[in-house]
């Protein structure tokens, strides 16, 4: 039987759900892509901080405990022979 607008109505009606479905379904696909990109960027910061600190950590060590362990390291590359030809 045809509506008004000259549609079936049974049709119509499925058209206009399917349609708002797939139209529904793609915009929050889209939605969960920028919030995937948005983890992957906090994801990266979290990393380069993580390096920074541990960066700052080691100077820091170094420059508090350098004259301490030269000896050490010294030592160390006194045992180490290279064989050259």
Do not use: K
């Not at 529904?24 to 600190?53: F, K, M, N, P, S």
């Amino acid at each position: 039987m045809l509506n008004s607008n000259g549609t079936h109505e049974v049709w119509g009606r499925n058209v206009i759900v399917l349609f708002a479905r797939c139209w529904l379904r793609a915009a929050r696909d889209a939605g969960l892509e920028i919030v995937r990109a948005r983890h992957a960027a906090q994801d990266v910061v979290e990393y380069g901080i993580i390096i920074a600190t541990i960066a700052i950590v080691v100077l820091l060590g170094t420059s508090a405990f350098g004259d301490q362990i030269r000896p050490w390291f010294e030592q160390l590359a006194g045992r180490i022979t290279t064989i050259g030809t």
